[in-house]
Structure formats: C-alpha cells, structure tokens
C-alpha cells in the first residue's frame, strides 16, 4: 500500500486482518499487518483484541505469542480436527516430560543448565522431546558463560493446552511447582527410561 494512502476505514481494515489471518501458515507479526493494511500498529492491535472477542463463540480462536497473532480452531473442537485430519490424539506427554514443560512455561525464557538446577536433574531428553514436539523453542541466548540457550513455549503449546496467549496459563504458586517437581522426581526417570527404549 502506498505510503501516503489514507488508511482503510474501520470495518475494511477488519475484514483485512481477518483474510490475511485466515490464509497466513504460520503466526503473523503485528507490525506486519499493519505494514500490509496501511494502518497504525495500535489500530491493528485493537482490531485483533475485537476479533478474539467475537471468535469466543466461534469455532476459531485468535492466538497470541509475544508481537505475533494467528488463527487456530477452537480447543473444545480439537478431537473432530484431529478425526479429520487423522492424527493420533493418543500420543500424550509423559509425567516427566509435563513437568520439564510445565516449568519452562511459568519460568520461560529459561536456560538448560537453570532448568536442570530447579529439577535436580539432567532434563536434555525431555528438551530435546519438546523440541521436536514443537512445544518449546530456543528464543535466544543469555549472557552467561557458554551463552547457553534460553527456552520458550510456541505457538503449537498454546494450540496444545488450548491457550490464546501464554498469560492465559493458570496461576502457579511456587509450593505447588515445588511439589510437582519432588513427586515427580522417580517418575521422570522411568518415563525416560520407557521414552529411550527402541520400538
């Protein structure tokens, strides 16, 4: 869109962000959109807010990760989307596995090395396993020796727990994280150790 192009009206713009939301693959920046749509980032910000709000009722949700947004289906339809597309909704998290992620969620951005000192233990498999998953992604480095990678949740976590935005996760109060961790502590390891063995 031209530079000095007048801005489109209130309702076309919505309409705007809604195609280009509906069509896009992958999240979408914020200021992206508003690049595209020849609009203020805030204007765009708001509309995303209107259009979440209407999509309560619908069977698609506006999700939002930190500066980007996307469609997804609505969580409550997940087991027809799955029929549909034939996924298998069986392959479930261990308990291991939940609480590395669990604790990256409410800590993120978290390193390795920092995660591993909450659990008292090596978590690298488990990582490794939510990385391939696609739940979790390194979102940068921090700035102590070895510049180790800090880890955050995606945009597939929020699709998977039927979240819009990761300040919709539930309060957790640290004694609750705590004892998670310490009843889960020989749990871990026997899911890890069923996790390696060959099929």
Known sequence: MPDDAEPPPYDALK?????????????????FLARIAGADVLWVDEIIGTLAAEYQTRGLRIQRNAAAVQVVTAPETAPYVQAFLGIDENQKLTHGTLVV???????????????????????????????????????????????????????????????EKPEDLPPLPEIELVRAVDSGASQEEDDAAEEERPE
Do not use: M, N
């Open 101 to 163: 992620l669990t604790v990256i969620a409410y800590k993120q951005p978290i390193t390795r090395p920092a995660l591993e000192r909450i659990l008292g233990k090596s978590c690298e498999w488990q990582v490794a396993s939510l990385k391939a998953r696609e739940l979790i992604t390194e979102v940068g480095r921090a700035s102590a020796p070895g510049r180790p990678y800090l880890y955050g949740t995606t945009f597939r976590f929020l699709e998977h727990f039927g979240l």
């Open 15 to 31: 309409r705007i962000i809604e195609s280009v939301l509906f069509v896009a693959d992958s999240p979408v920046d914020v200021a």
